[in-house]
């Protein structure tokens, strides 16, 4: 088994900043990409951030500048630094993680269970 434990999200004022943390753990040979999504009220969920083992990272436009992603390959964790929030980054946060639990399987996506990010003054 493979667990995703996040951790950080919460209240903050529009403005503020966030940095949400994400622990891979369990059966684990390799971890690839890595990664955050959020899904707002009513929205469908969409990609914020992900970036590759060797630390290649891509954001979506809407969080470009403001939002961070890192990871420490160490501790098969992932990072989201959010900076300058505005109500609208309003949402339930996902990390994923594609683990390789053997070298005879093939990459998986994980998730983790959520943590909730609320801007709002």
């Known amino acids: 088994q493979v667990q995703l434990v996040e951790s950080g999200g919460g209240l903050v004022q529009p403005g503020g900043s966030l940095r949400l943390s994400c622990a891979t753990s369990?059966?684990?040979?390799?971890?690839?990409?890595m990664g955050w999504y959020r899904q707002a009220p009513g929205q469908e969920r969409e990609l914020v951030a992900t970036?590759?083992?060797?630390?290649?990272?891509n954001v979506a436009d809407s969080v470009k500048g403001r939002f961070t992603i890192s990871r420490d390959n160490g501790k098969n964790t992932v990072y989201l630094q959010m900076s300058s929030l505005k109500p609208d980054d309003t949402a339930v946060y996902y990390c994923?993680?594609?683990?390789?639990?053997?070298?005879?399987?093939?990459?998986?996506?994980?998730w983790g269970q959520g943590t909730q990010v609320t801007v709002s003054s």
């Open positions: 369990g059966s684990i040979f390799s971890i690839d990409a």
């Open positions: 994923t993680a594609d683990v390789r639990r053997s070298v005879l399987l093939r990459t998986q996506k994980y």
């Open positions: 970036i590759t083992y060797g630390g290649s990272a």
